[in-house]
């Protein structure tokens, strides 16, 4: 499978939270196949994503094309108004 959501369970955001939910469900709108990949089960894990995507204080949603970096949600938000989603994640 080529595209990973880095995402969180366990967070106090709000914003978070409802950024993450969109997401997903713009992707299954789609029938993107995606991995879920949760950051709060190991500190690890959010050190990863956070090298992945060369920024130190990256949040989730984080968006991986294997382990290509894709972007934000500020960028996938962009991508689905320019209805270039699947460019967006490197899958044409």
């Known amino acids: 499978?080529?595209?990973k959501l880095y995402y969180t369970t366990v967070t106090a955001s709000?914003?978070?939270k409802?950024?993450?939910a969109e997401v997903i469900r713009i992707l299954e709108s789609k029938s993107i196949?995606?991995?879920l990949i949760d950051i709060s089960v190991g500190g690890e894990l959010r050190e990863e994503m956070r090298?992945?995507?060369g920024d130190p204080t990256a949040?989730?949603?984080q968006?991986?094309?294997e382990d290509q970096y894709c972007g934000n949600y500020e960028m996938f938000s962009e991508a689905v108004e320019a209805d270039t989603v699947?460019?967006?994640?490197?899958?044409a």
Do not use: C, D, H, I
């Open 33 to 35: 196949k995606y991995e």
């Open 51 to 53: 090298s992945k995507a």
């Open 63 to 65: 968006f991986f094309n």
């Open 86 to 91: 699947e460019q967006f994640l490197k899958l």
């Open 59 to 61: 949040v989730p949603p």
């Open 18 to 20: 409802s950024q993450q």
């Open 14 to 16: 709000r914003t978070v």
């Open 1 to 3: 499978m080529g595209v």
